[in-house]
């Protein structure tokens, strides 16, 4: 209420609504936990955002840059389910070799062609229609 007075008064600098802030806090916060997922370029991770707000435009742009172009909104639970346990089979790297677990290198390999990646995943509720 106090920011929507102050932006009713006018002034020179813009100012947030009430709405506005809480909704740029909302922002800054899942981008944190985003971060708390994928921490560095080899890291992969699955976020579920399990609320039908994510399926704005104007709601996605409030997640970082990088993370926009993975997001994947479906409608039914089955599908988000189906969807994680592809992404993680696909990115999972495959069990350690015996010849890999006695080598004395415990460092990566600079030549690795692995980056890091997400998948956003947005669930949105289906409103039926009909009589």
Do not use: C
Request: glycine share 8%; charged share 20%.
């Amino acid at each position: 209420q106090f920011l929507d007075e102050l932006v009713e008064q006018g002034g020179s600098k813009k100012k947030l609504t009430g709405s506005e802030w809480y909704t740029q806090q909302a922002g800054r916060a899942i981008n944190q936990a985003v971060g708390r997922v994928i921490r560095h370029r080899h890291d992969y991770g699955a976020i579920i955002l399990a609320d039908e707000r994510f399926q704005n435009n104007s709601n996605q742009s409030q997640l970082s840059r990088w993370i926009r172009p993975h997001i994947k909104v479906y409608s039914r639970f089955g599908e988000v389910m189906s969807g994680v346990s592809q992404f993680f089979k696909k990115l999972s790297p495959s069990p350690p070799s015996s010849s890999s677990l006695s080598s004395s290198s415990s460092t990566p390999s600079s030549s690795s062609s692995s980056t890091s990646s997400s998948g956003i995943i947005s669930l949105t509720r289906t409103t039926a229609t009909g009589s």
